[in-house]
């Protein structure tokens, strides 16, 4: 089956500790997208990944980062996290970023930072 | 560039009821525009979405969608809502960062849907 999954779907923890979120891809897809669900605020891009080894900002990236050394993979490491970074998180993935493409989401990691 | 606005965040209906959730885009250039949905605890699934091949966008689930240029619109309906319709909707909008692309979403409408 077709299908983005993501790791763990849900976290609690606390301000300062490294966290990683692993997101993974079974289409062989080139383009990965992490995204922030906030209330009201809808989905906010944080970083994306044209292919391997290929990783640019999106629009709120400050507190995060990425890495795509496989193209399957593409997890989302929190060095430090704040409470403010207590959100929904979703991952995507598609075959390319042509405008018609269809993203493919993963269920998303609900994460609580204390 | 592009952004979309998503007008009412909560819309209630009544099962059997049509389901209009609205959507409104700004765009200098042709948009490609999207409806995904979200149901609880999971994560977003498409729609529908338009490219310029047809005004009239069907999608699945007996979702549809018409792009209205004149008034800068890509409203999401249904005939006849059914309780398995209750999610939040988004709309969504592509534009241009670059040489890539990106989507942007609209704020979300949750959709409750009475017995």
């Known amino acids: 089956e077709a299908q983005v999954t993501q790791n763990p779907r849900y976290l609690i923890t606390v301000t300062g500790k490294k966290l990683t979120v692993t997101c993974s891809q079974n289409m062989n897809h080139e383009y990965m997208s992490w995204y922030r669900q906030d209330p009201g605020l809808g989905l906010r891009q944080i970083y994306y990944s044209m292919n391997v080894e290929a990783t640019d900002k999106g629009d709120v990236p400050e507190g995060y980062k990425v890495s795509r050394k496989e193209k399957r993979n593409f997890p989302l490491i929190l060095e430090s996290p704040s409470p403010n970074q207590t959100s929904l998180y979703f991952c995507a993935s598609s075959r390319g970023d042509r405008a018609y493409n269809e993203q493919f989401f993963g269920p998303g990691t609900r994460l609580t930072v204390l | 560039a592009q952004s979309v606005t998503q007008l009412g965040s909560h819309v209630s209906v009544s099962e059997g009821a049509l389901v209009l959730l609205r959507c409104n885009y700004s765009?200098?250039?042709?948009?490609?525009l999207f409806w995904y949905v979200q149901y609880p605890n999971q994560g977003l699934q498409l729609l529908l979405k338009?490219?310029?091949?047809?005004?009239l966008v069907k999608g699945i689930n007996g979702f549809e969608a018409e792009f209205k240029k004149s008034e800068t619109s890509f409203h999401l309906t249904k005939p006849s809502a059914h309780m398995s319709d209750a999610a939040e909707y988004f709309c969504?909008?592509?534009?241009?960062?670059?040489?890539?692309?990106?989507?942007?979403f609209g704020t979300g409408t949750l959709l409750a849907v009475q017995p």
């Open positions: 969504a909008v592509i534009t241009k960062r670059g040489a890539t692309n990106k989507l942007i």
């Open positions: 338009y490219t310029s091949a047809a005004t």
């Open positions: 765009s200098s250039v042709p948009p490609y």
